[in-house]
DNA sequence: GCCAACGTTGGC
DNA sequence: GCCAACGTTGGC
């Protein structure tokens, strides 16, 4: 099983939209490196949803990927803002995993908290100039996370 | 293949 | 809103 952070911007599409709609296809990544790893996402792995632009930004709850590499249909839609008129059904440039809500954080954590973890250094969302919307984290990481996460 | 111009991300 | 740090596009 292998764990992974994806960005999202709560005014978009929040941890709170998530646990509404209990699965969501994570669609709209337009960018080749976050694409591949999109691609690399197996069902069972664990997905670290992180708040982007937001007011703090930080990490606000835990997705499980429900189904693989799949077509990302917002391509396809000639009247959204993601479509792509390059891509075709036959050959689909973009690519999507299905994630399932697993739970929502008791109180988001934030980047500040993040950065003052040692235990957190190396990770790529911590890197300056890191704007990549997918990253692989490391287990060892993940779970640094989530000790963060437990209410003290 | 180079690179200038432009667009985007995302913290602040 | 600013802007650094990217990524993408397209002319050459």
């Not at 994570?26 to 069902?43: C, D, G, I, P, S």
């Not at 803002?81 to 390059?86: A, M, Q």
Request: charged share 30%; proline share 6%.
């Amino acid at each position: 099983m292998k764990y992974w952070l994806a960005k999202t911007e709560p005014d978009v599409y929040s941890i709170d939209d998530l646990a509404r709609d209990g699965k969501t296809l994570w669609t709209a990544v337009r960018n080749y490196q976050a694409r591949n790893f999109l691609r690399e996402m197996k069902r069972k792995d664990r997905v670290l949803i992180y708040h982007s632009n937001a007011e703090p930004p930080g990490l606000a709850g835990i997705a499980e990927v429900s189904e693989e590499d799949m077509a990302d249909p917002t391509q396809f839609d000639k009247a959204g803002e993601y479509y792509d008129p390059k891509a075709t059904r036959e050959q689909p440039r973009w690519f999507c995993p299905e994630v399932r809500f697993v739970k929502k954080l008791p109180e988001l954590v934030s980047l500040d908290r993040l950065r003052l973890h040692k235990s957190l250094v190396g990770l790529l969302l911590l890197q300056k100039g890191s704007r990549l919307s997918v990253i692989p984290v490391s287990k060892e990481h993940f779970h640094a996370m989530l000790e963060l996460s437990k209410v003290k």
